[in-house]
């Protein structure tokens, strides 16, 4: 297994990837295509320049991947309302509001 990346590492590959200090597997996976797409040498002509900022990307994204990967989520209920309080909102406010007491 390999060592897990420092604080450093991550925060200069979600830099790189231009998101913000929070995001979702989907939203780094979007970053990442978009700037691959935009830097990619056959799009930009720039073989040598591009190359190495494809390269840096793609370092970016896997070491964002493997940081993802290893998070652990919990399935115990007040940390999934904590994490989604729409949730609890919709069951005390949404659901049964006209019914009366």
Not at 7 to 21: K, S
Not at 47 to 61: G, P, V
Not at 88 to 98: H, I, N, Q, S
Request: hydrophobic share 30%; aromatic share 12%.
């Amino acid at each position: 297994m390999q060592n897990m990346a420092s604080y450093e590492e991550i925060d200069e590959a979600r830099r790189l990837l231009g998101l913000g200090e929070a995001a979702t597997i989907k939203e780094i996976r979007h970053a990442y295509r978009r700037m691959v797409q935009r830097y990619h040498p056959d799009v930009t002509h720039q073989s040598i320049e591009a190359e190495e900022k494809t390269k840096e990307l793609n370092h970016a994204y896997r070491l964002l991947s493997e940081y993802c990967a290893c998070y652990k989520y919990s399935f115990r209920e007040e940390d999934f309302h904590r994490a989604c309080p729409q949730e609890e909102l919709m069951k005390r406010y949404a659901r049964g509001w006209f019914d009366g007491p």
